[in-house]
């Protein structure tokens, strides 16, 4: 795939191969990523970061990509300050964005923002989250840790935990693996199972789910345990939260019987699922993980981009 | 003994037409939603009939019959998504001429909502909804900006 001018809004619209090109540029950014190594590809080209939801992350490390690659940042990270709030709707917005900048980083609270916007657009536009859809760019950077830590996804045996319903990051982490051929396992309380949308695709590439909401009965054999974060919002009654949240907190005694080289990852940020208890060991690698979101995104604007290092 | 009960109460056919389409075999009780589908008929303009719940030899349906209109077969492909075994039959000179299965496009405009109340294209963006179909003989789609397969599709249709 020719990626310059490519919108990037689901990983569902990449194919295997695309997306090894994407993780293989990424390795390649990782020294200048690191400030180790530095590069003016992007010199004089303009990014509109536009973050109509908070978010800290994922904002700072496009950020960060893009003053890496020696670009300019221009966009707000808190809606209510734009023309939003007196009602100006989402295609305006991004027709004044597209007049105003090279690339445009979308982030809303509605599924389908981004697709919308990449109609609306000449730049290419990426997709840093919508509503409980997609984030593209989260799961290249989760793909690629898993790639780089465990040298292949193919066969990992793969846990995603948490809210599986509303966690926009494991709907398209699940299908990228499928993607791959790993084994997935999806642990939820039942009221948080993974959609049936999600599920399909992974059949579709030939893999089968296996759903369960008792971690124990998968931990012990997972190379990748895939941590996400269920809020209290989704649940009816406190009590019912607390006993569901306190079943998947991870801490030490969980991981006396898990394979030596097992990874934890979290998308971040992390309250309580993940004790701190977990940090100092060899297991934990969401801090790792975190900034993988730099080279990632490098890779990514300088692809759209067509300027290449 | 009121009025009503006096009448007595045949069963009325459709009287043949001359020239026109008839779209055969709609799921029972969609037919009203076939017309909003295909925008039938505008004032003023050409005879459409109805008749519905009519037995069949495949169990009860619904049939339209418009008259003086031959309709175009990707201007009717559309309502296989709420009547998947409809036929389209034109009738020249009272004998009908052509006869098609409807069939889905790959992708469609308009005609469904998305039921997805936190999808943008139901948020006053100046868009139409727009579906991927995903299976045309189920038949199965999804919005094309939040990605959702609604649960009844018969139900969103504008
Ligand atoms: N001149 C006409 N005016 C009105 N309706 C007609 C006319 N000719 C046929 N039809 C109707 O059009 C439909 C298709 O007619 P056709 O003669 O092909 O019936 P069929 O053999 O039962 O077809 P099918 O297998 O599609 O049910 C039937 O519902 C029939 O009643
Ligand atoms: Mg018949
Ligand atoms: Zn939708």
Known sequence: MDFKGKDIISITDFSKSDINVIIKYAQKMVPYAKGKEYTRILDGKVLSSLFFEPSTRTRLSFESAMNRLCGRVIGFADPTATSQKKGETLADTIRMADAYSDIIVLRHHLEGAARLAAEFAEAPVINAGDGTGRHPTQCLLDLFTIQTEKKHIEGQKVVLLGDLKYGRTVHSLAYALSLYGAELAFVSPKSLQMPKEVVNECKEQGVNPFSTSKLEKVIHDADVLYVTRIQRERFPDAEEYSRVVGSYQINKAMLSNVKEDLIIMHPLPRVTEISPEIDATPHALYFKQAFNGVPVRMALLSLVTGVML | ?158
């Open chain 2, 1 to 158: 003994m009121s009025n009503v009960e006096k009448v007595s109460i045949k069963p009325m056919k459709i009287p043949r037409i001359k020239n026109g389409t008839v779209i055969d075999h709609i799921t029972s009780g969609n037919a009203l939603k076939v017309l909003r589908i295909l925008g039938i008929p505008k004032q003023n303009t050409y005879t459409v009939s109805v008749a519905m719940n009519v037995q069949g030899k495949l169990g009860k349906k619904d049939i339209v019959k418009v008259e003086n209109r031959e309709l175009a077969r990707e201007e009717v492909d559309k309502i296989a998504l709420i009547a998947p075994k409809a036929t389209i039959n034109i009738i020249r000179d009272y004998q009908v001429t052509e006869k098609h299965k409807v069939e889905l496009p790959d992708e469609f405009r308009g005609i469904a909502c998305c039921q997805n109340p936190t999808c943008i294209s139901n948020t006053g963006e100046p868009v139409q909804s727009r579906f991927i179909v995903l299976d045309k003989e189920i038949p199965r789609i999804k919005c094309y900006y939040c990605q959702r397969e609604p649960d009844d599709i018969s139900d969103r249709i504008i």
